[in-house]
């Protein structure tokens, strides 16, 4: 394991960037938040959040260009000591980015269409938000992972507490700041164990950096420590079963779409537990995991069977989520590259699916001010396109073929029957069969249902609508149906994370 280690770090340093192409991914975001905050004037403002969004997306894609997938490396590195910064990125960091530069363009044209007061400052918060998000995804220090987590969860709640107009709104918000806050003090906690046992180890000198850390850190109280706390504080914002309180309220109460698209559309949780926790405490890691995974399997039933009692669409919608999280926990910690790589294509799959049948709550409620299921019906004949994306949506999540859900999925069970046999990966299908069912029964009841007497006029699919389902579906869809270059960026990066536990 060590020998991988160095010679990952010899050609880590070999492939330093020349441009700081991450530097400006990170900082593209923040000077737009500060030219659009500036524009008083809704349709100036509108349009320069739109175009920073939009420029953030194609230096993404940019980036990506950049990178050899080939490479175990963490590539295009960047490094200032004096203020600890350290940036570098793999296949799998980039798909991370992909999605969350493409989910901020996405909800800049959803806050449009529902024609939101202040455009100036709801850009602008997104565009921060969106810099947290990259920020994390690019750092290869710990504590900046914390401090950019801090950004973004200032954000949520900023948009949370900013479009709060009930009791019921501002319950929903003080419960997610109860937890995230939680979250976020553990994972801190976690970081100064990390620093505290690196200065154990180095005449007292502390250090948070990702490369400084690895096998720095002693075995025993430390190491121990440093996992529960990381993978604890990343589990609340993931979320996994039972740290998912908060976000069937959020869901329910909250700003429909924005706040679950910034919290789990991108599973930064996931992308933290891969990133830092695997590596990091490899000891608590192998001995801690069945007891992880035990509890990921039971939260796909446990929170499958909440969601088919749920009569809310959003409440339903949140505990689906938490099942699927389940599933990518599964697949991060059976330690298995197969495993690994469907975990981290299943999330990036799941950002766009769950994201998009968000966006499409928010336009049947704008429609019908409503999300109650019994309420809902015959929507299919009003609105045709979106009922068709939110079934394609939902046949995504649980991994129908044509979508990138259907090769990750597989390969995350491939790795659980290798890892941990028949009776674990059977439960665990079953479990996505379950998800099934309940999505399906969902889409009948509030789109294919008959229409009601006397039930509420709904306007048709305006052009904006179109165009914000239409680029989640066509992008979830190509990714699908071209999953090769995806499974080929994702390989080395999984492979060299699972050569860590290799036996």
């Not at 180890?201 to 948070?208: C, P, T």
């Not at 004949?381 to 979106?386: G, K, S, V, W, Y």
């Not at 305006?462 to 071209?482: D, K």
Request: aromatic share 14%; charged share 10%; proline share 4%.
């Amino acid at each position: 394991m060590n020998g991988t280690l160095g010679s990952l770090s010899e050609v880590f340093w070999y492939e330093q960037a020349g441009l700081p192409l991450l530097l400006l991914l990170q900082l593209l975001p923040l000077f737009g938040a500060a030219v659009v905050f500036a524009f008083k004037e809704r349709s100036t403002a509108v349009l320069a959040g739109k175009l920073f969004a939009l420029a953030e997306l194609l230096l993404a894609i940019v980036v990506v260009s950049r990178l050899q997938p080939t490479s175990t490396a963490l590539q295009l590195a960047e490094r200032f000591a004096p203020l600890a910064y350290h940036v570098g990125v793999d296949g799998v960091s980039l798909i991370f980015v992909l999605v969350a530069a493409l989910l901020t363009f996405l909800m800049t044209l959803y806050g449009m269409s529902r024609g939101m007061i202040s455009p100036g400052r709801l850009f602008a918060v997104l565009l921060l938000a969106e810099a947290g998000l990259v920020g994390m995804l690019v750092t290869l220090n710990v504590a900046w992972f914390a401090a950019f987590s801090a950004l973004e969860l200032w954000a949520v709640v900023y948009l949370l507490r900013r479009w709060a107009s009930s009791h019921a709104e501002t319950q929903a918000l003080a419960r997610f700041v109860q937890y995230q806050a939680f979250g976020w003090g553990l994972f801190a906690a976690g970081c100064v164990v990390l620093g505290w046992g690196h200065a154990e180890a180095h005449a007292g000198r502390w250090s948070f950096d990702l490369f400084d850390l690895i096998g720095a850190v002693p075995v025993g109280k430390f190491q121990t420590a440093a996992f529960y706390l990381l993978f604890y504080g990343l589990a609340v914002r993931t979320p996994l079963f039972p740290l998912h309180g908060w976000l069937p309220n959020m869901a329910q109460h909250g700003l429909i779409a924005v706040a679950p698209a910034l919290m789990v559309g991108v599973k930064v949780g996931i992308y933290g537990m891969f990133r830092f926790v695997l590596p990091l405490t490899p000891v608590a890691v192998e001995y801690w995991q069945p007891y992880v995974v035990g509890f990921a399997g039971a939260g796909v039933f446990f929170t499958a069977a909440l969601a088919f009692q749920q009569t809310n669409l959003r409440r339903l919608l949140a505990f689906a989520v938490v099942s699927h999280t389940s599933l990518l926990v599964i697949g991060v910690f059976s330690l298995h590259e197969a495993g690994i790589q469907g975990a981290m294509l299943l999330a990036a799959n799941f950002g766009l699916a769950a994201t998009g049948m968000w966006f499409i709550v928010g336009f049947v409620f704008r429609r019908t001010g409503t999300t109650e299921l019994h309420e809902l019906s015959g929507l299919f004949e009003r609105i045709p396109f979106l009922a068709i994306a939110f079934l394609g949506f939902g046949l995504a999540i649980v991994g129908m073929p044509g979508t990138p859900g259907f090769d990750a999925a597989h390969l995350i069970l491939e790795a659980a029957i290798d890892q941990f046999g028949a009776l674990l990966t059977v439960a665990t299908a079953l479990g996505n069969v379950a998800a099934a069912g309940f999505l399906l029964w969902a889409f009948q009841r509030a789109f294919l249902s008959q229409a009601k007497s006397g039930a509420y006029d709904v306007d048709r699919t305006l052009p904006m609508e179109y165009v914000v389902c239409g680029i989640a579906l066509a992008a979830m869809l190509a990714i699908g149906f071209f999953t090769e270059p995806w499974l080929h960026l994702t390989e080395s990066a999984s492979q060299a994370a699972a050569a860590r536990f290799a036996r």
